[in-house]
């Protein structure tokens, strides 16, 4: 059977606002690689919805197959989409929603662009002006708890991944008071390298998907040892 490399994650793990698939990391590298690749990632994802992506297909990883997961930062949270709460369905088309094999999930919308301020100061939920979200927001939203959470998704990936597991991080900041190891830290990669598509979009470019590409297939080949 042929190896694969799985791809799960947020914006970070596509080729955000580029024009081709061929232009992102995940094509790069699995053309270097010579593997096929399945990628889950969906665009401004939280760790929760990543490892249910992860949980879902984690009995047909391989023992050879490379699992890169682009994990989130813990202040993003989605929720399960139940079809009969009346307050979900009046917030479903304002919301960003998700669709996966077994299970649908909706998210606060945030308007503000992909700059610098809030990839570094503006992660933290506040208020949108939407009673559901902002309920949760308010009453019971706990930066603690969203790091608990995070520390057991990762912790659960490491003891659980038949394949070689390469996990990246949003940033520096994200991983706060969390116990992990991976290839980098995107929004500091991006910082360090020159590498945003723009000062409104700080997205990996072109070139940072390639020096990306390059890092990662460093790492693969220094875990194949």
Known sequence: M???LWIF??????PFNLN???DGWPYLVSQQLGMDYQNFAKSAADN????HCYLEVRDQIKADDIVIIG???PSRKSFVLDRSNAKQMAVLDTSIYYKTKTQEFIRSSNPVKDSW??????????????????????EYYSEYEQRCNFQSYVDSV????????LPFFFSKESIIGIDADGTGHMVDFILEHDVAISKDDCHLNE????LWADNLITHIRKNQK
């Open 2 to 4: 042929n190896k694969t």
């Open 9 to 14: 994650g947020q914006s970070m793990s596509l």
């Open 20 to 22: 081709r698939e061929e």
């Open 48 to 51: 929760f919805f990543i490892y």
């Open 71 to 73: 994990w989130s930062h």
């Open 117 to 138: 301020q809030k990839f570094l100061q503006l992660m933290k939920p506040s208020n949108k002006g939407v009673e559901y979200y902002d309920t949760w927001f308010t």
């Open 158 to 165: 490491s003891h659980t991944c038949t394949g070689l597991y």
């Open 207 to 210: 070139n940072g998907h390639k």
